[in-house]
């Protein structure tokens, strides 16, 4: 028996509304042809059978919301037993072909008798009134019934905070979300809720780094960022870390070939990532020219689509505001971020001997879904011994 | 404030309406030399003469047909049919000509006729001469009806019919007329199509009618002792109705009562009770109860008069009911 289950069409996708179906039980369908019309949170599209065979059972009534991966339909042989656990759990739900003219009243033995303005209070106020006893004539859940119910519902949420009033605070501005701010509350709580963000850190000197900036500014008066050459030595890292340069579909770990990292650039509206692409192709003055151009049109918010797609790993720089150690939530659907402090001076201790050197704490937040500690802290290593060594990044 | 009973303030409206308009006339049974039945008349005649005061013949057909006729022509007659119950008889001419003409013709005649009349549920008067009936004519497009229940009410809304360009049913109850009320001196007219809110509650509205209002308001201070507390409203006219006022209170209250003295079925009850399922379904807390008179004749036994009339018992036993 083959399931037609509901797919999932991009990574934020939880779940989608059966609109149509297009076969009926009973009907005979080939390979990939369509079955149900769907409808996803941004497109409706069509879901096709998986092999060809008899449609044995809808499994999803119209107009319900059905979860990623679930089943919508069962597709085998005529004579095929249906399997005793689906046919338990979903029988009733749609009634045959030849049975759709018929109305089929359900007697309505549990509902509670409510007033009007009850029933109305109570979906307004998502109350489930078989959860309440009506004090009303003849048992009737009234008006006061419910709003007594809301007040336990409201009681329920309150702090415990002693016998004394609950403390209010005033709002003095709201800001609704809206635009990027909206699409960044969004993406960061999938990322943070649909991985197994793990975060690892580590110190890298950046002595060397500080000493070829100078020398570059000599050389050709050009400014060349720390963030570029964190930038370069993460993607030269994600060459020989592949597992890093990837994403998780459903069951499937997708790794990408190109490597094209993305960084978070604050602007006043809202957090955006902009992608470079073949990052690990492109010198250290190449990225720092883009990620400068990058930035002044986020500023001016002028990215294209181009630019804030396809990313395959994000780094995020917060040093400049004096942070030492973060740990970054995960840009979805990518597998790892790159997080970096700001670089300060401090005491290291080298043999026996102590030294001071300009020092940045690298943290690296990745899925452990896809990949596991060890590989991970791999990745970071390299990443430290390319920053401590930046003519390995030219 | 001085206080009038019912048939003298009707009676104060009346002359007021004859001294501010040469134009308005009074026709019907005893009305001029034995000064009428409930004597809202009086000394009407002796001031105005019997161009202004015209005694008829006992036939209510020729008394309306000539009012309306005396309308057209240019007159303001307040006509009177002695009791409710003979309304049937002019009813062609109420329904078919009066509540018409302004239609028919474009717009280019008017009909600014007042029938006044009475009815006497609750005086003994028997199966003929007490029924109340007014959906029959609150069914009829092009007329008003008015239901004065105070000394007040039936002055200014009185006046008010007069100087009204519609044919206007004002029908007056005949065990109000000795009773008493405030009524200022000066003058004052109230406006048809408004409800007026005579008690202020929050569980429970009352609309009530004519006679029934007095009794709705005793059911209201009995309830308020029991910790029920009830808005009675009265429409004064229920055509054209101020649903919205009743509307507004329901939607506070949640619950409604409809007393009026006609029978339940097809009654105003059944009217407004209909209207607010409409308007204000999702506000109701309890089914609308109508407190009316069953459909049966009338009574004459003073006993089952009694056991047969809506009174404030019976709005309160149908107000506990809502309550529980």
Aim: aromatic letters at 4%.
């Amino acid at each position: 028996m083959l399931k037609v289950v509901m797919p999932r069409l991009d990574p934020a996708m939880q779940s989608g509304k059966v609109i149509e179906w297009l076969k009926r039980e009973g009907d005979r369908v080939s390979a990939e042809e369509p079955i149900v019309r769907v409808e996803g949170e941004k497109t409706t599209f069509e879901v096709n059978t998986p092999g060809a065979g008899v449609i044995r059972k809808l499994l999803s009534a119209l107009g319900t919301d059905v979860q990623v991966g679930q089943a919508m339909a069962l597709v085998g042989e005529p004579d095929e037993p249906i399997p005793l656990e689906i046919a338990a759990e979903e029988a009733p739900k749609i009634p045959a072909a030849q049975e759709k003219q018929s109305i089929v009243k359900l007697p309505r033995l549990e509902e509670p008798t409510a007033s009007p303005v009850a029933r109305r209070m109570a979906r307004e106020a998502s109350i489930d009134l078989s959860k309440i006893k009506g004090s009303g004539p003849g048992g009737r859940i009234v008006r006061e019934d419910v709003m007594k119910a809301m007040e336990l519902a409201k009681e329920r949420l309150k702090p415990v905070a002693g016998p004394s009033q609950v403390r209010t605070v005033a709002v003095v501005k709201t800001i609704k979300l809206s635009g990027k701010r909206k699409v960044t509350a969004e993406r960061l709580s999938y990322g943070f809720h649909n991985t197994v963000p793990v975060t690892i850190t580590m110190e890298a000197s950046m002595d060397k780094i500080l000493e070829r900036r100078v020398n570059v500014r000599k050389e050709t008066g050009e400014e060349v960022s720390v963030t570029a050459y964190v930038v370069k030595g993460a993607a030269k890292a994600l060459e020989d870390h592949r597992m890093l340069n990837s994403s998780l579909d459903e069951d499937t770990i997708q790794i990408y070939g190109d490597v094209n990292v993305a960084v978070a650039i604050n602007t006043p509206d809202g957090l955006v990532a902009p992608v470079i692409p073949m990052t690990n192709n492109k010198s250290v003055a190449e990225i720092s020219r883009e990620i400068r151009d990058l930035t002044e049109r986020s500023m001016q918010s002028r990215l294209s689509v181009s630019d804030l797609t396809g990313g395959t790993f994000t780094v995020t720089n917060l040093g400049g505001y004096g942070v030492e150690l973060f740990a970054p939530v995960i840009n979805p659907p990518q597998c790892a971020i790159l997080g970096f402090g700001r670089t300060s001076e401090k005491p290291v201790v080298i043999g026996k001997e102590v030294h001071i050197a300009a020092m940045t704490t690298l943290s690296l937040v990745f899925d452990h879904r896809i990949v596991d500690g060890v590989p991970a802290a791999q990745f970071l290593q390299r990443v430290k011994e390319l920053l401590e060594d930046p003519t390995r990044l030219d | 404030m001085r206080e009038l009973t019912y048939a003298d303030a009707l009676r104060e409206g009346l002359r007021e309406e004859m001294l501010r308009d040469p134009r308005v006339v009074l026709i019907g049974e005893e009305i001029g030399v034995f000064e009428g039945v409930y004597k809202v008349t009086r000394g009407l005649l002796k001031e105005f003469g019997p161009e202004r005061v015209r005694d008829t013949p006992i036939s209510e057909a020729a008394i309306a047909g000539a009012a309306i006729g005396a309308a057209l022509g240019g007159l303001r007659p307040v006509a009177e049919i002695m009791y409710m119950d003979f309304l049937t008889i002019c009813l062609d001419q109420i329904a078919t000509n009066a509540a018409k003409m302004h239609f028919m013709s474009g717009g280019k005649l008017k009909v600014p006729f007042v029938l006044r009349t009475q009815y006497s549920l609750g005086r003994m008067h028997g199966a003929q001469h007490s029924q109340f009936f007014p959906s029959i004519f609150f069914q009829v497009p092009g007329l008003k009806v008015v239901l004065p229940s105070t000394p007040h009410d039936a002055k200014g809304l009185l006046k008010a019919a007069i100087r009204d360009e519609d044919p206007v049913v004002f029908i007056e109850s005949g065990v109000l007329y000795r009773t008493k009320g405030a009524v200022p001196e000066e003058e004052y007219v109230l406006p048809l199509g408004q409800c007026d809110v005579k008690r202020k509650g929050d569980d429970l509205t009352v609309v009530a009618v004519s006679r029934v209002v007095s009794e709705a308001l005793a059911a209201a201070a009995k309830l308020e002792e029991q910790g029920i507390s009830v808005d009675v409203i009265d429409p004064r006219t229920i055509q054209p109705l101020d649903l919205a006022t009743i509307v507004e209170s329901v939607k506070r209250t949640g619950r409604l009562i409809v007393a009026s003295d006609d029978v339940k079925s097809g009654g105003i009850g059944s009217e407004i009770a209909a209207a607010v399922l409409e308007e204000a379904f999702d506000s109701l807390d309890a089914p609308i109860f109508r407190v009316a008179s069953p459909h049966m004749p009338i009574p004459f036994s003073p006993a089952l008069e009694q056991a047969y009339m809506p009174n404030a018992d019976k709005i309160v036993q149908a107000a506990k009911k809502l309550v529980g």
